[in-house]
């Protein structure tokens, strides 16, 4: 995988892996912080649009974010033991256009993928700007989650 | 208690509340499970990062949005949740000992054209600081019930 923001193509595709949402994890992340009836229990979810419990919308992102994170962390440790040298860890000014078109029921188990969808150079000559578009899809098929997120990757030093 | 509907939230109402202390223990739970960079994780190593020393995940600070939405109007609302977020912008580090709270600006409302018993209302959310400055910012639609026919207006 690759590292710094040049290695970063438009169209370049990645699996992220996947997660099994359970009942505890759904509740365990609703009480914290999105304490809604339907997150919270079986029989709130059956009282809602909903029919049944469903994982919060920021627990789907929030797994997102880990599986991202640990993949570039195993990339990030492949390179170091072929003693080539890391880029610094970029931050994100924020995300756009996040979807949540199904809902996660407890046992759904979700794989995440990401594409890059633009590259740009920045006014900071260190770091350049990646917009990539990252899916969850369930395991009949159906895509429960999306959005475009937006990083800063730093540039090789020229 | 009254709920309050659809019929509740009018375009241009501004109102603010939630009062959350952000405290290093809660930066690294969150960030252990589901964000584990060193900015987020360690005071030490943070120092040596872009964010020069601790600061909550922007996923964290999301999250204790929500929180506060539900806390302050959500949970006595008849919402039926949101489709998705159309941006969010992470103006500002949130950093340990910062007190958070939100500031709820009401964009639109209209009824929902596939599902009448519904309605569509627009926010955006701002998430201050003690200093009263935004740290995030967040839009999107919340879909509420329409109140039933014979239900007097909450509040």
Known sequence: MSLFYEDQRIGDTKALGAHTFTREGIIAFAVLYDPQPFHLSEEGGKASIYGSLIASGWHTASICMRLMIDGRDRARAARAALGEVLPQLGVSPGFRDMRWPAPVRAGDTIAYSSRVETVRETKRPQWGLVTARNIGVNQHGAEVFAFTSIVLWERRAG | ?155
């Not at chain 2, 020069?52 to 302050?72: K, Q, V």
């Not at chain 2, 600006?105 to 009824?111: C, E, L, Y």
């Open chain 2, 1 to 155: 208690m009254d709920l309050l509907y659809f019929e509740d939230f009018t375009p241009g109402e501004i109102v603010q509340y939630g009062d959350i202390e952000v405290t290093g223990g809660r930066i690294k739970a969150f960030a252990e499970q589901f964000d584990p960079q060193p900015f987020h994780l360690d005071e030490t190593a943070a120092r040596d990062t872009m964010a020069g020393g601790l600061i909550a995940s922007g996923w964290h600070t999301a999250g204790m949005l929500m929180r506060m939405n539900c806390d302050n109007f959500l949970n006595r609302s008849a919402a039926q949740g949101a489709p998705g977020i159309a941006e969010v912008n992470w103006l500002k580090p949130v950093r340990p000992g910062d007190r958070l709270s939100v500031r709820r600006t009401t964009v639109s409302a209209r009824p929902s054209a596939s599902r009448p018993e519904l309605g569509i209302v627009d926010f955006t959310f701002e998430v201050l600081n003690q200093l009263g400055e935004a740290t995030m910012t967040q839009k999107n639609v919340i879909l509420f019930s329409r109140r039933p026919a014979g239900e007097g207006a909450a509040r």
